[in-house]
């Protein structure tokens, strides 16, 4: 049995990759609160599921009637012990793990994580940034209003700083997902949504749409790069400098339907003041910035049809930058 049992687990684990698995490296507190709410939920899970299916095995074999060692009584109706058992643990669990849900969910709240209010860290009490992201088909828009610039298809933020995000789609609903930094969150079409992160770690980031929205969605994906307070304040003042710039027309152009497959980055200079609100409020007044039906039926199969062109960059390129 343990041979078998030992089997089926590297069967399972077969296609596993330890480079994959974000969820269980977290690089910041609100990923740390996550993968510390699945870890509970998962151990009180296996403590009602565990001992129930030992109990249902055991029960199998003794009162087998070919083993013949239960013993028959017809009149037997009622165990308080087992009842209280059978009711009393799964009661408790439940009740515990209510309030630790309560708890995490308050946590890791998207709206204002508990673990990112003002005194639960020193890094807590520190001014925050605000970032709006802006999805279109299928690019990453990141603005940093503040500061009047933007980048696309790359995130770049401080180590040791809040990070406040505004969320909203131009096109279709879709799912903002860091997670080794910040848990998943919808991203819809003329709404507002909200998600809250600190990195503790300098270091690159995988983020990418995580739910399927067109024949694109395999290719957004951007890098979260985490730089040192001083880095940052040097990238902001380089991009500050960028040639492109960012209004109501230029987001038209940058919203037309483009399938990223070279992991292009784009940076704007000089963005609108309420760029982020202008879009929520054109979408909710009914333009959508349609993908044309070629794209979605016949594009799927010719990835590179049909694509904006957009100004290629490489690793080195970006690095240097």
Not at 52 to 59: E, F, K, P
Request: aromatic share 10%; with cysteine; hydrophobic share 45%.
């Amino acid at each position: 049995m343990t041979r078998a049992l030992a089997l089926v687990l590297l069967t399972l684990c077969g296609g596993c990759s330890t480079a994959g698995f974000w969820l269980i490296h977290p690089a910041g507190p609100v990923a740390e609160a996550g993968l510390q709410s699945w870890i509970v939920d998962t151990g009180a899970t296996f403590l009602v599921i565990g001992p129930a299916t030992l109990l249902v095995m055991w029960a199998v074999w003794r009162y087998h009637r070919r083993v013949g060692r239960g013993a028959y009584v017809p009149g037997w109706s009622h165990s308080v012990p087992l009842e209280a058992t059978f009711w009393g643990v799964p009661l408790v669990v439940v009740i515990g793990l209510g309030f630790y849900a309560t708890h995490s969910s308050f946590q890791t709240d998207p709206s204002g994580p508990g673990v990112m209010a003002a005194g639960s860290s020193a890094d807590a009490d520190k001014p925050a940034i605000q970032i709006d992201v802006i999805t279109t088909d299928w690019q990453w828009l990141f603005v940093y209003p503040d500061r009047h610039i933007a980048i696309a298809n790359q995130l770049v933020i401080p180590a040791h700083t809040p990070i406040r995000f505004r969320l909203t789609s131009a096109t279709v609903a879709t799912d903002f997902f860091i997670p080794q930094l910040a848990g998943q969150i919808d991203v819809m079409p003329g709404m507002r949504t909200w998600q809250g992160l600190i990195a503790n770690h300098v270091g690159t980031y995988q983020g990418f749409a995580s739910d399927y929205n067109g024949p694109g969605f395999s290719w957004m994906r951007f890098q979260t790069r985490v730089v040192s307070p001083a880095d940052f304040t040097s990238w902001v003042g380089e991009m500050a400098d960028a040639p492109a710039h960012l209004d109501d027309a230029a987001f038209l152009k940058f919203a037309a339907p483009t399938i990223n497959t070279h992991d292009t980055v784009l940076r704007f200079s000089g963005v609108q003041d309420g760029l982020f609100d202008h879009v929520v409020r054109t979408v909710m007044a009914g333009q959508i910035y349609e993908t044309p039906a070629g794209m979605t039926e016949k594009k799927s199969h010719d990835i590179n049809g049909g694509r904006q062109q957009t100004e290629a960059v490489t690793p080195a390129q970006d690095q240097a930058r």
